[in-house]
């Protein structure tokens, strides 16, 4: 493991990339400039560990924002790429591995009896939005501060993920009419929900169950439940957007672990084993409105496309319980590791977990909100990720962004990531 890192091969690679990709990336977070340095570009992965272009070795918990659970370049999901590949990269047409992942979908989440496939979370939220608006003729949805769905126009006021970090509000290009029919009410806070049931027939009330897009905030006893009774007063359906959740907090994602049931489930991350793809599902009398069995419209020339299919399956089937066990089990370790090394350097810090997800937030409590997470201390997150870069460790950079252990990680790298938070927090 490095001790500390040139970059000079990623330095000409960024300067290049930005005379060609705005901001030098494909996607804004990964810039790194919310921890005040440049983007790290990567030349290959295993395991828990990325390599960057310069031969620098991370152990990495970013792991593609999620979606591998299993850790990089696992050869089951290796190989099934590989014997997918040869069989052809996409048809435009159906083939059984779809239905064998709705199956093993539909086994996980008891909610979901049928689905669609989509390339991206983002249009699995959009569409999940439409087929809402369609079945309950209304078009107000009322989404969380600092929840992010993807960017889909109306759901951009307030998100967390990339703008919480660039610090956008609202996305300059995004009408106020793609937007003022979205009521945004503070995350944890019942009596908002009511007040927004109260004065609005919503079509959704959508959020991601565990939000993990400003941080880590689970929510607070009884929310999810509070959601549930109050869309089915109101008239709504309950969307839970499982992009992040699905599958890694448990196999039936936060739908399993607190007994509530969505009307519909945005899935993503996980689904597609680090291949694109996504989902949206529900009931079979929800799904069949979706066309060609009903007529609200979504398409996708790369829609349940075999590689990311195969990719998925062999996820999922290698997802058994005690894989659950043994990343809770990792998760807590690195929790609790995290918590000591802070209180021997005398940093508070507040650290929020749940199986296969966590974020240290530099504060005294825990963020219950968007506001709460907004109030952290930003600078020390940042400082913090540059002394675990420096000493081969690959934080999320921003303090907005979960980190995700995986079933790849050890207690060797373990032992080198609190080493690391060690020597990072006395720098602090
Ligand atoms: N939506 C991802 C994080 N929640 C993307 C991060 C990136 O910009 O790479």
Redesign the pocket.
């Known amino acids: 493991m490095s001790v500390s890192i040139t970059d000079t091969k990623s330095a000409e690679l960024y300067a290049r990339a930005l005379q060609r990709l705005p901001g030098g990336?494909?996607?804004?977070?990964?810039?790194m400039r919310a921890i005040g340095r440049d983007p790290i570009f990567i030349d290959r992965a295993e395991g828990a560990e990325i390599v960057d272009v310069d031969g620098n070795r991370y152990v990495d918990y970013v792991c593609s924002?999620?979606p591998l659970i299993h850790g990089h370049a696992h050869p089951e999901i290796v190989d099934a790429v590989i014997t997918a590949t040869r069989r052809g990269t996409s048809y435009g047409a159906p083939t059984a591995g779809e239905v064998d992942l709705a199956d093993e979908v539909a086994r996980r989440f008891p909610s979901v009896e049928m689905l669609r496939m989509t390339s991206s979370g983002t249009e699995a939220s959009m569409s999940a939005i439409r087929l809402a608006r369609a079945v309950t003729g209304r078009t107000t949805l009322l989404k969380f501060a600092g929840a992010?769905h993807?960017h889909v126009d109306g759901l951009l006021a307030q998100a967390g993920?990339?703008l919480a970090t660039a610090g956008i509000p609202a996305s300059p290009g995004v009408p106020e009419s793609a937007t003022h029919e979205t009521v945004i009410v503070p995350w944890n806070d019942g009596e908002a929900v009511a007040k927004a049931c109260a004065e609005h027939e919503l079509a959704a009330i959508l959020a991601e169950p565990y939000p993990a897009?400003m941080g880590l905030v689970p929510p607070v006893e009884g929310f999810l439940e509070l959601l549930r009774n109050k869309a089915d007063e109101n008239g709504a359906l309950l969307v839970f957007d499982e992009v992040?959740t699905g599958f890694r907090v448990a196999a039936g994602g936060v739908q399993e672990r607190a007994g509530v049931a969505a009307d519909l489930t945005v899935m993503g991350k996980v689904i597609g084993g680090g291949l694109p793809a996504a989902a949206y599902g529900g009931s079979r009398a929800l799904m069949d409105n979706i066309a060609p069995a009903g007529d609200v419209y979504q398409a996708g020339t790369l829609s349940g496309n075999p590689l990311a299919v195969a990719a998925g399956l062999a996820t999922l089937r290698m997802l058994d319980d005690a894989a659950y066990v043994r990343l809770s089990a990792t998760t807590e370790a690195l929790a609790s590791g995290l918590r000591d090394a802070a209180a021997g350097a005398g940093v508070p810090v507040a650290v929020t977990t749940v199986p296969g997800l966590l974020t240290i937030f530099f504060a005294e409590t825990a963020p219950r909100d968007y506001a709460g997470a907004q109030a952290c201390d930003h600078e020390a997150y940042a400082a913090f990720c540059r002394g675990l870069l420096a000493r081969g460790v690959y934080p999320p950079p921003s303090q907005y962004?979960a980190w995700f252990p995986s079933l790849a990680h050890t207690s060797e790298h373990l032992d080198l990531t609190l080493d690391a938070a060690h020597a990072a927090f006395a720098e602090l």
């Open positions: 990336v494909n996607s804004p977070v990964r810039a924002w999620g992010y993807g993920s990339g897009n992040i962004e």
